[in-house]
């Protein structure tokens, strides 16, 4: 069956990866882009399948009292960076709490009034200047400018409402080959900048390494004197009071404010790292965890696969090289390698921070090694959070509690932190 013809839906609510859903007449369900709970709205159908069609909106029939119209121009011109800048950032938080407790139930096969027992409202980001990283892409003559929803058509920018100020100046001045993807990260402590990029053609060799630091009269040129270029450039931030280097390839929080945000709730999820004689950061990345919440630990152990992140954690950890050599140890492995030795001292608390897939079985049986009576799993995806929590359940942790942070406003990103106990 193919549908051509427009369609009237009415949305019922916010489903994970951002669409609202509703019901076709014939019982299949729709993923509809653009459309917010309640709203009666006419869409197109871009994917017909047997069980379920993905639409987009073309008109609302009846809005939505949370509907806004996006503030920034880009947005309503086609850039897909902020796919949620027509909801109301009010209403946003509390949908995405919506779309956690609904993955929990589907997803996670959870009892509903345990659902309800242990998912909370965490805190939120400032909704405007949060981001102190973004990605954009080269155009015809110089330009740049983030790519349109679903699709690799590239709307132009000159600011970005959500980035902070010392990006959008960047942007005022640089000049991008066409293709060329540029990262720009500020830091908000010191205001230092780093830019690398990738070329098309460094893309399609997968399979060799990939440069970023190609000299700039060929792919980037226009950039201030004082912005750190190529793999090697590094900045430092502040979260917690404590300074953290971070290279310009390494991962790091959207900003700063949301990075304090997941320390502090790290912290309430696991008040056992105050005094814990061992404590693990999974997915460690540049050190967040390690040089913050765990800082009273007698001894911390560091895993995390990247490169940089590695060489940044050092840094960032090296204060603790005076309390012994067992005081800290970074592994530079995938989770779902590595393995504790026999020699070991017993783990108090892991804290597991992975990227959007989460700890899947691999990372599940290696949290399992290590026997912690106490799992923090701090997650950026709703669906990998309910498999990551029937995993841990069925392995005989018990879910205490679910915070739900609001850390990409205008976007349907969530993040949760979750604490897990052993039965």
């Known amino acids: 069956m193919s549908l051509i013809e427009p369609l009237t839906v009415r949305a019922e609510r916010m489903v994970a990866g951002g ?12 993923f509809v882009t653009g459309a917010l709970p309640g709203e009666e709205v006419e869409v197109e159908v871009r994917n017909d399948r047997k069980d379920f069609v993905k639409a987009t ?11 806004v119209v996006p503030t920034c121009p880009h947005r309503r011109e086609g850039c897909g960076g902020c796919g949620w800048m027509h909801f109301d950032t009010d209403a946003q938080i509390a949908a995405k709490v ?33 981001r102190t990283t973004i990605r954009l892409v080269g155009m015809p003559g110089g330009g740049v400018g983030f790519r349109e929803e679903r699709s690799d058509e590239v709307v132009p920018i000159d600011h970005c409402q959500v980035a902070h100020e010392n990006l959008s100046q960047v942007l005022r001045s640089v000049s991008v080959a066409p293709g060329v993807e540029l990262t720009l990260r500020t830091s908000a402590a010191t205001n230092g900048v780093t830019a690398r990029w990738t070329r098309p053609e460094d893309r399609k060799r997968r399979n060799e390494k990939r440069r970023s630091n190609a000299p700039a009269g060929e792919s980037v040129s226009g950039l201030p004197a004082d912005v750190h270029i190529g793999d090697r450039a590094f900045l430092v931030e502040q979260v917690d009071g404590v300074n953290l280097q971070v290279s310009a390839p390494s991962f790091f929080q959207a900003g700063p404010a949301g990075a304090e945000l997941l320390v502090d709730a790290v912290r309430r999820a696991a008040p056992e790292l105050a005094d814990a004689d061992h ?24 895993i995390e696969s990247a490169r940089s992140s590695c060489f940044d954690a050092k840094e960032n950890l090296k204060h603790r090289a005076g309390q012994g050599d067992k005081s800290v140890e970074i592994v530079r492995s995938d989770m779902g390698d590595w393995k504790p030795g026999d020699d070991i001292d017993p783990i108090d608390v892991v ?9 899947a079985k691999p990372g599940v049986a290696a949290v399992m090694r290590m026997d912690a009576p106490v799992v923090v799993l701090v997650s950026c995806d709703p669906v990998s959070l309910a498999r990551d929590a029937r995993l841990l359940v069925d392995e005989g942790y018990r879910m205490e509690s679910v915070e739900v942070f609001d850390l990409f406003p205008q976007t349907p990103h969530v993040e949760c932190v979750t604490r897990f106990v052993r039965n």
């Open 279 to 302: 404590a693990v950061d999974a997915y460690g990345g540049v050190g967040l965890f390690a040089a913050t919440v765990m800082r009273s630990a007698r001894r911390v152990t560091l």
């Open 351 to 359: 804290v597991a921070d992975p990227a959007r897939p989460g700890l």
């Open 57 to 67: 909106v073309t008109e609302v029939l009846e809005p939505s009292p949370d509907r």
């Open 19 to 30: 669409d609202a859903m509703a019901r076709l007449e014939d019982g299949r369900v729709a």
């Open 98 to 130: 919506g779309i956690v407790s609904e993955s929990l139930r589907r997803v996670g096969r959870f009892d509903a009034d345990e659902v309800e027992r242990v998912v909370a409202v965490g805190g939120a980001v400032d909704p405007y200047g949060y």
